[in-house]
């Protein structure tokens, strides 16, 4: 069973950067990605990023492409999401994800808060 916890979210002002990191623990065997998901006040739980496990390949969302960048750490089992630029509509609660054929497990998510 493979469990996952994210870590960094803060206050921060628009304009600026933060960085989030996600650690699974547990067997990875037959996850082939692991992803980034926010949900703002009001609004579904919407896909931000993923990177595929074994290769490293990125996809990001329209709306942070070019701001936010995912990376991975397969030793630490960890996964990154920088992100830059911030504006306030990224506020959020901000999950990760691992996924075979769907998504899931998640963990219990971390609160992004962009102040303009």
């Known amino acids: 069973q493979v469990t996952l916890r994210e870590s960094g979210g803060r206050l921060v002002q628009a304009g600026n950067s933060l960085r989030l990191s996600c650690t699974a623990s547990?067997?990875?065997?037959?996850?082939?990605?692991m992803g980034w998901f926010r949900e703002a006040p009001g609004l579904d739980r919407q896909f931000v990023g993923s990177?595929?496990?074994?290769?490293?390949?990125?996809d990001y969302s329209d709306s942070v492409k070019g701001r936010f960048a995912i990376s991975r750490d397969k030793d630490t089992k960890t996964i990154y999401l920088q992100m830059n630029s911030l504006k306030p509509e990224d506020t959020g609660i901000y999950y990760c994800?691992?996924?075979?054929?769907?998504?899931?497990?998640w963990g219990q998510g971390t609160q992004v808060t962009v102040s303009s």
């Open positions: 994800a691992v996924r075979k054929m769907d998504w899931g497990p």
């Open positions: 990177i595929t496990w074994r290769l490293g390949f990125a």
């Open positions: 547990g067997p990875m065997e037959g996850f082939n990605s």
